[in-house]
């Protein structure tokens, strides 16, 4: 909800008052917060009307009538969480708060079920050979293998669609045909799609060169071997709230070492920890990037999203991280085609 800092009302406002903030917001609640906005509770109108049977006045203040455990949800929740959270409690709306409870928005049921058309682009990598799938990309893109009843490529152009985005841009090398020939120009899908043709190999960022146009908004950069379920519209807003210039969607990965890892100083053996559970934050194949980033991409050169974003990190842009909390394979082996196989039509269906 955009007007969200409208409801906010502090603990001595009057019931009148409150009802006369509900009536013009217009989303049936206020939000009661003490001075540094750490939220003390919630009051709808039927809170007022609850009191005002019970014997309360209009002149009396809203702490008299709140609601003083409200449910909340944390504002580092993925939309879908949120989403899922409010339909099992049975509310239209939900505060958002952050670790130190102060509040930072507020959620309406209605913004979930209306999707806003998004002006931003969305760039797939979609070139690489895909040589580790061996013989099943021998004559097929890797973004062209069948997941489910359609390919790859069309289950990521449809999630993004599905989300509001309408313009894409996708570079294309290894049979390029095949994608062209099964997208066109995307009316069929609803979109518009135009091709990024790469020569040779530019790596994860270099096709951002081959651009025909500058953007005029911050545009989404993804590989096309991911399935996922995160709500990108969320990162994008995330991305334009903290001014970044790149953001770079993340994922925890552990790993468990299958060995005992030993600790010597001096051949001398401090200490032995067995199979030990190593955590790591790691890229999860997506990013979004300010227009002017592409001025740091060189034309017609292989170039690395990962060196991108170490240059942006020395030229001390500002860059952050976005955690994808969702359903989210990366499609790089074997077992991982089989798996997304076997999760289509429970996930996408």
């Not at 390919?151 to 294309?172: D, S």
């Not at 009316?187 to 960022?205: C, P």
């Amino acid at each position: 909800m955009k007007n969200w800092e409208k409801t906010l009302i502090s603990p001595e406002t009057t019931l009148h008052h409150a009802l006369e903030v509900i009536e013009q917001v217009g989303c049936q609640i206020a939000l009661i917060v003490d001075s540094e906005r750490r939220l003390l509770g919630t009051l709808s109108d039927g809170d007022v009307r609850r009191g005002l049977l019970k014997g309360l006045v209009l002149s009396d203040s809203v702490t008299t009538a709140m609601y003083p455990t409200p449910r909340c949800a944390r504002d580092d929740e993925d939309r879908q969480s949120v989403l899922a959270r409010m339909r099992q409690l049975g509310v239209h709306q939900i505060p958002l708060v952050n670790q130190d409870g102060i509040v930072t928005g507020l959620n309406i049921l209605d913004d979930y079920l209306s999707v806003p058309l998004r002006e931003n682009w969305v760039v797939i990598m979609a070139g690489g050979l895909g040589s580790r799938l061996a013989e099943l990309t021998r004559n097929t893109p890797k973004p062209m293998l069948k997941v489910g009843s359609r390919p790859l490529l069309e289950t990521i152009v449809r999630n993004y669609a599905e989300q509001g985005f309408r313009r894409f841009y996708i570079a294309v090398n290894f049979k390029a045909e095949q994608i062209l020939d099964h997208f066109g120009d995307g009316s069929s899908f609803g979109v518009e799609i135009q091709y990024l043709h790469e020569n040779q190999r530019l790596g994860t960022a270099g096709a951002l060169s081959l651009l025909p146009e500058r953007p005029t908004l911050p545009f989404i950069v993804t590989n096309a071997d991911l399935l996922t379920k995160e709500n990108y519209g969320h990162m994008l807003d995330r991305h334009l709230e903290t001014e970044a210039d790149a953001t770079m969607a993340v994922r925890n990965f552990e790993m468990r070492v299958p060995f005992g890892v030993v600790r010597s100083n001096n051949g001398q053996i401090e200490g032995i920890e067995e199979k030990p559970l190593q955590q790591f934050i790691v890229s999860a194949g997506t990013c979004i990037l300010s227009p002017h980033v592409l001025d740091l991409v060189p034309s017609g050169e292989f170039y690395d999203m990962p060196t991108l974003f170490e240059t942006l990190i020395d030229k001390r842009f500002s860059t952050r991280s976005h955690v994808v909390n969702g359903y989210w394979l990366d499609i790089g082996h074997l077992p991982d085609y089989e798996r997304a196989n076997s999760d289509f039509f429970e996930v996408f269906q």
